[in-house]
Structures are given as structure tokens and as C-alpha cells.
Nanobody, 122 residues
């Protein structure tokens, strides 16, 4: 079964940086579209970034210019580089993958990882 494993979450001060990793098993990151989600305390999970099969990326407005997606095909890993972190970035960050190309335009992900916690203090 497809598995996604996130890591890299930590507690940091506002203005700091973190890099989250999402290691994929039984699916290749460079032939799949994937997304990063954030669930803040007491709020619903929201998609904050998406990467298509061709490598094009989109970001939610609140993270645009501060967060960057990248892939390491050799390690089969998707990264989320986060900088200029704010307290409102606090939450559980999880990655997701769509197994079928035709699910990508609709962001219809099939699998999510368990997540990694990011806490940003002011």
C-alpha cells in the first residue's frame, strides 16, 4: 500500500525556517501530483501547496513567497521549505498524493501521511 511519511516538524520562533520532508513508498514523486496540507488547532485541514507532475507549483495566498516546494527524485521525497514563519503557520502538516493523473486537475488526492507538527511562537 502507498505510504507517505512526513518529518521535519519542530518548534521555532517567528521568523525562523524549517524544511519538511515527505518520503513516498510505492509511488514515485516525479510521476505524481502531490500536495501539502496544514491543520491549525480547531480548524479544518487546508491545502497550502500543490505540485503537478510537470513540476509546476501553486500556493495558497497565506504562504506564497514564503514556502517553496521541491522534489528529490533520487530520494523519492517531496520537500516543503518554509521561511519567515509566523505563529499562524502553527499546525499539523501532512502531504498527500493523487495516484491517477486525471485526478490532478481536481486535486483529488488518494493518500495522506500522518503529519508532522510545526509550532511557531511569537
Amino acid at each position: 500500500q502507498v505510504q507517505l511519511a512526513e518529518s521535519g516538524g519542530d518548534s521555532v520562533q517567528a521568523g525562523g525556517s524549517l524544511r519538511l520532508s515527505c518520503v513516498a513508498s510505492l509511488v514515485t514523486v516525479d510521476s505524481s501530483c502531490m500536495g501539502w496540507f496544514r491543520q491549525a488547532p480547531g480548524k479544518e485541514r487546508e491545502r497550502i501547496a500543490h505540485i503537478d507532475i510537470d513540476g509546476s507549483t501553486t500556493y495558497e495566498d497565506s504562504v506564497k513567497g514564503r514556502f517553496t516546494l521541491s522534489r528529490d527524485n533520487a530520494k523519492n521525497t517531496l520537500y516543503l521549505q518554509m521561511s519567515s514563519l509566523k505563529p499562524e503557520d502553527t499546525g499539523l502538516y501532512s502531504c498527500a498524493v493523487a495516484l491517477r493523473a486525471w485526478d490532478c486537475p481536481n486535486r483529488a488526492y488518494n493518500f495522506w501521511g500522518p503529519g508532522t507538527q510545526v509550532t511557531v511562537s511569537s
